[in-house]
Each structure stands twice: as C-alpha cells, then as structure tokens.
C-alpha cells in the first residue's frame, strides 16, 4: 500500500521536473533567437547607415558639379569660379545625425570638419586651372579685386570669414596640424589671405 502512494506522489514530482526543463530549454532557445535577432538588427542598421552616409555624399557631389557645370558653360566666368569655391555643406559624414564632429577619412588622412565641407574639398572642377581650395583662394581675390572692386583689406577679412574651418575642435579627436586648412594654408608660404 505504501508503494502505491509514492509512485503516485513520484508522478508529480516527474512531470514537475520536466516541464521545468522544457521552460529552461524554451528560455535559452528564445534568448538564443532574440540574439540571433538583435545581430541581424545592428547589421541592418549598419548597412542602412553607410547606404546614407554614400547617399549623401552623391548628392552633395551632384550639388557640387552642377556648380562645376555652370562654371563651364559660363566659360569660367569668375563669378561662377567663385560661387563654386564658396559653396559650403554640412556632411553628416560618420552618421551620427549631427554635423559637430571631425573627420580625416573623407579627405583621406586631411581632416575637415563636418559643418564645412567646401565643394573644391569632395569634387574635381578644372576651367584652365584646377579650382582646388588653393587655387579657389587666388580665384577669389581676384573676383572681388576685379569685378567686384573689393579692396585688398577688406578682400582678406571676407576671404577669413568665407573659408571657415568648421566648429569640430571640440572632438575628442580634434587634431589642429591635420586640418585642411593649417596644412594648405600655413602662415609662411602659402598663408589664406590675397595678395
């Protein structure tokens, strides 16, 4: 008799431990899954984030050699050299959503920063001359000395005030030396101002 009670108390106990089983097993199958899930997710993520950031700079590029084209069918008219060399974006280029950082990739290893990105810096522009931002700079003190009748003194405060390096040297990863314009631009040879 007392056999019979512990088989049927035994029952219990059994199914007890297995459904406690199928639980951890379904618990660890389920948070082997949602893991599987949350790295396909990042991925993604990831390939949607570089598919913009080279959006992007397609499109700025297609904004930048329509300036080139005007340039061009103009027949290098210095105010549209000038409108070229001016124009200024803001590239969100590591595609954090904002435009305050550093970047020394875009430029391969000649950093700029995010919210001043000129057209000479992401795109090739040639009327007689490369206009590169060297070149861009004799460009335009000579479209405002010639046909704007700018003086000398206030061609270099227009030309300090147009060719802003960007307000990235907060980044933690900031370094002055690399910036585009300390390493065109440095104050003996070849300094940003017209002559």
Same mark, same amino acid.
């Given at each position: 008799?007392?056999?019979?009670?512990?088989?049927g108390? #035994?029952?219990?106990?059994?199914? @007890?431990v297995?459904? @406690? &089983? &199928?639980l +951890?097993v379904? =618990?660890? =199958?389920?948070?082997?899954?949602?893991?599987?899930?949350?790295?396909?997710?990042?991925?993604?993520?990831? &390939?949607?984030?570089q598919?913009?950031? #080279?959006?992007m700079?397609?499109?700025?590029?297609?904004? $930048?050699?329509?300036?080139?084209?005007?340039?061009?069918?103009?027949?290098?008219?210095?105010?549209?050299?000038? +409108? @070229?060399?001016?124009?200024?974006?803001?590239l969100?280029l590591?595609?954090?959503?904002?435009t305050?950082?550093?970047?020394?990739e875009q430029?391969?290893? &000649? +950093?700029?920063? #995010?919210? +001043?990105v000129? /057209?000479?810096?992401?795109?090739?522009?040639? $009327?007689?001359?490369?206009?590169?931002?060297?070149? /861009?700079?004799?460009? *335009? $003190?000579?479209?405002?000395?010639?046909?704007?009748?700018i003086? *000398?003194?206030?061609?270099? #405060?227009?030309?300090?005030d147009t060719y802003?390096?960007?307000t990235?040297?907060?980044?933690?990863t900031y370094?002055?030396?690399r =910036?585009?314009?300390?390493? =065109? @631009?440095?104050n003996?040879?070849n300094?940003l101002? $017209?002559?």
């Open positions: 008799m007392y056999s019979l009670k512990k088989k108390t #035994e029952k219990p106990i059994e199914i @007890f297995a459904l @406690f &089983i &199928i +951890a379904s =618990m660890l =199958m389920l948070k082997m899954f949602k893991s599987q899930i949350d790295d396909k997710q990042r991925e993604m993520e990831e &390939i949607q984030l598919s913009d950031i #080279e959006q700079l397609k499109d700025a590029k297609s904004t $930048c050699e329509g300036l080139c084209s005007e340039v061009t069918q103009s027949q290098c008219s210095s105010k549209d050299m000038a +409108a @070229f060399c001016v124009r200024k974006l803001q969100d590591n595609g954090d959503r904002s305050t950082d550093y970047n020394s430029l391969g290893g &000649i +950093a700029v920063c #995010e919210d +001043a000129y /057209c000479p810096q992401i795109t090739q522009c040639s $009327c007689g001359v490369q206009l590169n931002m060297v070149n /861009c700079k004799n460009v *335009l $003190c000579k479209y405002w000395r010639d046909d704007q009748k003086s *000398l003194v206030n061609s270099n #405060e227009l030309l300090l802003q390096p960007g990235c040297d907060t980044d933690p370094k002055a030396k =910036m585009w314009h300390n390493i =065109m @631009f440095d003996s040879t300094p101002k $017209c002559t």
